[in-house]
């Protein structure tokens, strides 16, 4: 059975795994993105994590924020890793291991991850957000991934949620993601109280434990996500919106008050058939590897 590398680069690790055609995850490796950011020490961490799994694999397919070139294999630039500037992904990791690399915006891989292999695989189109570091978009139709122009569509985490709102890394004022992310959720904290959060899971906590800056901010934020969601849905008439990401472990303190929000505003006859949840965990590493999978079958 083939085997294939999915690399999920996110603003604060990167994790690779292989998996074989059923999806199952055989091996994983993880790495810490380097704290002082340079394209020259970024290759160097991402090539020592996808070493051990290379002579395994027919591929290696990666997912990255944007924006980014996935004709040319080169990520432009990316809000939340300040440092990196047209970092050549493909050519540097084909030249290194003698792989076909298969390079993609990292929801778009988290779509077609969760299309292939997912919890909604039956539906017959896809509405995929990635809810981590920022937020990320993907879509897939009839088992095709739509990936925009040079893999940058569907940036539903930078669409207008407030306007004249919070500025974001992008270097807009009011995108989703500085109001639903952990970007966006710790830095609404710091602006309230003047107190530095590590990351979401004490954010959560605080919620959990009745902190009211806490709540609001979620309220909130969960309000501006679901509105962001809405809007998609009346553009994209998805069968199913599927959230991923590390942010979705806490899915059970906001999800249904984000489920109620978004089926309370959107038609009725979109509301009839979709479908709404959480996905994956690994939906970043697996939809990276589908690419691979999705190449060779073409």
């Known amino acids: 059975m083939k085997q294939a590398i999915g690399v999920d680069i996110g603003g604060g690790s990167i994790r690779v795994s292989l998996f074989n055609e059923k999806g199952e995850e055989l091996k994983s490796n993880h790495k810490k993105t380097p704290e002082h950011l ?27 924020p944007g924006p980014l070139n996935n004709e040319t294999g080169v990520l432009l630039k990316s809000a939340n890793m300040i440092g990196l500037n047209n970092l050549p992904i493909k050519s540097s990791l084909e030249a290194k291991f003698s792989l076909p690399v298969f390079y993609e915006n990292d929801a778009n891989c988290a779509a077609l991850g969760e299309a292939i292999f997912g919890n909604y695989k039956d539906c017959e189109s896809q509405l995929i957000l990635t809810l981590g570091t ?6 897939v139709s009839k088992g095709k991934l739509y990936s925009g122009y040079l893999g940058n569509g569907i940036e539903i985490g930078h669409t207008t949620s407030v306007i004249g709102g919070a500025l974001c890394g992008c270097g807009v004022n009011g995108c989703v993601e500085s109001y639903f992310s952990t970007i966006g959720l710790l830095n609404r904290y710091f602006e309230k109280t003047n107190t530095k959060l590590t990351n979401a899971e004490v954010f959560f906590n605080l919620v ?20 962001a969601v809405r809007g998609a849905v009346h553009l994209l008439n998805p069968e199913a919106v599927v959230f991923v990401g590390g942010i979705t472990k806490s899915y059970e303190i906001f999800g249904s008050a984000l489920e109620t929000e978004i089926r309370s505003t959107i038609f009725p006859v979109l ?16 939809g990276a590897a589908s690419l691979v999978f999705a190449k060779e079958k073409n």
Do not use: W, Y
Not at 271 to 284: A, I, K, V
């Open 38 to 64: 340079d394209n020259d020490s970024f290759l160097s961490v991402l090539n020592e994590a996808i070493e051990p799994l290379a002579k395994e694999s027919i591929g290696i397919g990666v997912g990255s």
């Open 134 to 139: 920022g937020i990320g978009g993907g879509f």
């Open 208 to 227: 959990k434990n009745g902190d009211l800056v806490a709540k609001d901010i979620l309220e909130f934020g969960t309000k501006a996500l679901a509105h």
């Open 271 to 286: 509301n009839d058939r979709l479908q709404l949840g959480p996905g994956g965990n690994l939906s970043g590493t697996l």
